[in-house]
């Protein structure tokens, strides 16, 4: 399965890693099976051209469906800016993005979750 990073904007100290780790400038476009699927940090280029749009920047989650895009910010992993853990997990078929939302304050040991779906056109 292909995987894919982009540049923070506080990852210059990472740029020579690039190649390595295959952390790409944003926006990066990459294809999963049928899924058409856009990659950045800043939220600058939120624009329906993919089924998936996912960014970040923010460090708050987000989850909107429009145009028939799923638009993604799973927040923050590393409660940095506050007090809470976050991560996503998608979930697709060919009609349906099911989005499994995570949290949990840094000294809990139970993560919590929300789930969203979204039904395609």
Not at 56 to 83: D, I, M, Q
Not at 109 to 121: A, L, T
């Amino acid at each position: 399965m292909p995987y894919a990073a982009v540049f923070g904007n506080n990852d210059l100290a990472l740029r020579g890693l690039e190649n390595y780790y295959k952390i790409s400038v944003e926006p990066y476009y990459l294809k999963i099976k049928d899924l058409k699927i856009k990659m950045m940090h800043h939220p600058y280029y939120l624009s329906p051209d993919c089924d998936i749009v996912l960014y970040g920047h923010l460090h708050k989650f987000s989850v909107e469906f429009k145009n028939n895009t799923l638009f993604l910010n799973p927040g923050e992993v590393c409660a940095r800016n506050k007090n809470l853990m976050e991560c996503c997990l998608i979930k697709t078929d060919n009609k349906e993005f099911i989005i499994n939302y995570f949290y949990k304050e840094p000294n809990e040991q139970k993560w919590h979750s929300k789930e969203f779906s979204f039904v395609k056109d």
